[in-house]
């Protein structure tokens, strides 16, 4: 399917797991980014990256890791997971020149 | 520090009738502004953008107007329907001389729409 999208939908996971949550676009778009949105807090950006092999530090980096080795996907990996990573995450991707972020369906991580 | 504020958290309107969502901004740098519509279970969806060179931009039944001035952006909806009940969020962006993604945006914490039939 073309667009956005992200893998799993649901995940739960135990406190100190690893888990790596999966965003792949159809566009070709250059920049693509990661948000968590939880309540009280609206959307806030964990990474992005401008191109394939250049990422950056949004507001809320710690305890992520990113990496983006071709331009369609961009992983997010939390390398330990903790309870105050229980949240929902979105993928969102642009075109270089664009400031419409297209985003993607969600995925709903729950650290018990 | 909240940079994009939306003191809102809910609103109610009947259908037909006028929905205004406001939000504030404190960063003098941003110079573009978005709306995205997001419903339960969904991602955010574009909805209506306007530079800072503009004071309003249309699209249908939506209007978004910025005052520069006073740091502060609304969206207008009219006529209201029971499928425009959603959460709106406002962003911006610092998207500099060159123009484009600078990188991200910054968002509100949201407003719940709920227009009533």
């Known amino acids: 399917d073309a667009g956005i999208t992200q893998s799993p939908r649901y995940k739960i996971t135990e406190t100190g797991r690893q888990v790596t949550l999966m965003c792949h676009q159809t566009?070709?778009?250059?920049?693509m980014f990661w948000y968590r949105q939880d309540l009280g807090h609206g959307l806030r950006l964990i990474y992005y990256s401008a191109a394939a092999d250049i990422t950056d530090k949004g507001e809320v980096p710690d305890g992520y890791v990113v990496s983006r080795s071709k331009t369609e996907n961009f992983p997010l990996t939390l390398e330990s997971a903790t309870r105050s990573q229980t949240s929902v995450y979105f993928c969102?991707?642009?075109?270089?020149?664009?400031?419409?972020?297209?985003f993607g369906q969600g995925t709903r991580l729950t650290v018990v | 520090d909240q940079q994009v504020k939306q003191n809102s958290p809910s609103l109610s309107v009947q259908e037909g009738r006028i929905s205004i969502l406001n939000c504030d901004y404190t960063?003098?740098?941003?110079?573009?502004f978005l709306w995205y519509k997001k419903y339960p279970a969904e991602g955010p969806t574009f909805l209506i953008s306007?530079?800072?060179?503009?004071d309003k931009n249309e699209d249908g039944r939506f209007t978004v107007f910025l005052n520069k001035s006073a740091k502060h952006l609304s969206l207008h909806i009219v006529p209201s329907q029971p499928g425009d009940s959603a959460v709106y969020f406002c962003a911006a962006s610092a998207r500099g001389f060159y123009g484009g993604s600078q990188g991200n945006l910054i968002f509100g914490k949201g407003t719940k729409l709920s227009v009533k039939p």
């Open positions: 306007i530079s800072s060179i503009k």
């Open positions: 969102a991707s642009t075109l270089s020149g664009s400031t419409e972020a297209f």
């Open positions: 960063n003098s740098m941003f110079d573009y």
């Open positions: 566009w070709s778009h250059s920049y």
